[in-house]
């Protein structure tokens, strides 16, 4: 019948009427407040993050260089609800994936493997999944060595996945439960192939190329990105494959990670580059197509979001900022909550922030657990004498709710949806 749009401040407002239909007339009245009710501070305020949870910084002990004969490279990649990591290691003339438990000093040589590779671990760090590279065969003319996809577990130990259709593959992305995997598979001389992998089903091929990112609980839902002349974010929804628009009918660009039924999806970008306002923001994509853009810490000239938590109420990303002692822009991590909005960690990490250190390094942001409690980083440090060789370091950053906050809530009310076709 028509339009009516509320235009309200704290205790005063104005509605407005515009009829669509043949009689009915337009209006405008001025709106009071009647109830007094207990209510926020208005104008309200975002609460800092610091107002929401107790921080607590763990510094995570990655071998220093020795000499310049004795090469240290180090790069943590994933981290379990209880703080467990997994990455891979360079020192001491050993290479491969290594797990570190919380309260352990020591870095435990899981699986010697020569090609840096990302490692994965579940929720309950009880299974790591992993590649390592294996000598092709004889008719095999694209390629030198394959990638096996591994997984380990403390009765079994480290085996090859069980129900392969390719003989090479990499691994791009593991659902918030652990139970699926994602990624490219290929075909003896060079053929590429997306898939999804569940122990109970095998590798399913899906139709349509696109490097997928990230999986639902489920494995009904699968989101990815064309990576063509710039990005173009797209999802399988039950195997029917589809690019994504915001609500202005813009494709987005790069889809990274989603929550544990897919129904917040996260990203950055847009396609094309340079073509749009919002082409260097990072959004999140909730079940009903719609779409938010996240503001751009201050500083910084991007915000990508990269990962985000199980219930989807945490979303973490990278920024660029220019750093003038060593004139180049370095990474810094973010957070996003509803309560909170972006968050840049710089200002919590740094400076006049909570913890104030004054070493800066590259910070990386790399991982946050399932639950929404630790945030992983993972980067270098210049190291000018006498090679210029890098330092490497890793961190995680623990977000402990305080007693008298309520768990930061679910953006725009949304709760775990089974999205539909």
Partial sequence: WGRLELALE????????????AGFAEGRFDLTRLTRLESPDCPWVRPKLTDLYDLEWTELPIPAYTSPMNPVNFE?????????????????GWNGFVRLRPGESEWEKMLEESSKNTALITPDGETIYATRAVASP????????????????????????????????????????????VGEGFTLNGS??????????????LERWATPTAISDDG??????????????????????????????????????????????????QYPLDSWPDTYRGWYRTHSGNVVYLDIPEGA????????????????????????????PISEGWLWSEDTGTVSLRDILEGEGEFQFTNRWDRGIKDISTNGRRILFSGTRPYFP????PHFQAGILRLIPKASQDVINQPHGITQHEISE
């Fill in 386 to 389: 006498p090679l210029g060789l």
């Fill in 10 to 21: 704290c205790d005063t407002g104005e509605a407005v009427y515009e009829p669509t239909e």
């Fill in 192 to 205: 590429v192939y997306t898939w999804k992998w569940s122990k109970e089903t095998g590798q399913i091929p």
């Fill in 76 to 92: 943590v990649t994933s981290i379990a609800d209880d703080g467990t990591v997994v990455g891979w290691g360079l020192w001491d």
């Fill in 220 to 269: 009904s839902i699968v989101a990815g990105v064309v990576a063509l002349d710039t990005f173009r974010a797209t999802m399988w929804i039950k195997d029917t494959w589809q690019f994504l628009f915001d609500d202005d009918g813009v494709q987005l660009g790069f889809s990274r990670a989603c929550n544990s039924d897919c129904s917040m999806l996260v990203g950055h970008y």
């Fill in 138 to 181: 004889p008719e095999e003319t694209v390629r030198p060595t394959y990638h096996q996809l591994m997984s380990w577990n403390e009765a079994e130990g480290w085996k090859p996945l069980p129900g392969m259709i390719y003989p090479t593959n990499v691994i791009y992305g593991m659902s918030q439960n652990g139970k699926w995997l």
């Fill in 301 to 328: 000239w991007d915000n990508a979001a990269l990962e985000i938590n199980r219930s989807g109420d945490l979303i973490i990303g990278g920024q660029l900022i220019w750093e003038s002692d060593w004139e180049r």
